[in-house]
């Protein structure tokens, strides 16, 4: 298993869940909600990041092979936001730019970043920024 990958820096949480099955969907799906949680995100936000990743689970799933779906926290400046992300082997040697088109036709507004790292094999990575609209104030407990 490899570490995940990605543009930004990772912070805690940092999670994995290996998808197998169709059972592993619904897992990946909490996971992500929890994660998001953690990162202060609401309710509503969590269920949209929730449903991307579901997304990639199912799109990796189906390749008939086992993979790891990647669950962290990133930073880049002041900004923090959740990164999703899977190595996709299968995509080797696949245009990026209609790798990307396909993606976020799929996955639409769900996510803030789509991006397509390295090479050897490719990961996809899906990123969601915290925003004052999208959580509560990260400062409010220190009240």
Do not use: C
């Amino acid at each position: 298993m490899t570490d995940a990958r990605g543009p930004y820096h990772l912070r805690p949480p940092i999670m994995t869940v290996r998808v197998e099955d169709t059972m592993d969907i619904m897992i990946v799906r909490d996971t992500v909600r929890r994660a998001a949680g953690l990162l202060g995100f609401s309710p509503a936000y969590r269920a949209q990041m929730a449903s991307a990743g579901a997304t990639l689970a199912e799109l990796v799933l189906k390749t008939g092979e086992a993979h790891t779906v990647h669950l962290n926290g990133v930073i880049n400046g002041n900004r923090v936001g959740l990164q999703i992300s899977s190595e996709t082997p299968w995509l080797a040697g696949i245009s990026a730019n209609n790798v990307l088109i396909a993606l976020r036709s799929k996955l639409g507004d769900l996510v803030d970043e789509i991006l397509l790292e390295g090479s050897t094999p490719p990961t996809i990575v899906m990123v969601t920024w915290l925003s004052e609209a999208r959580g509560k104030l990260m400062h409010q407990d220190d009240e």
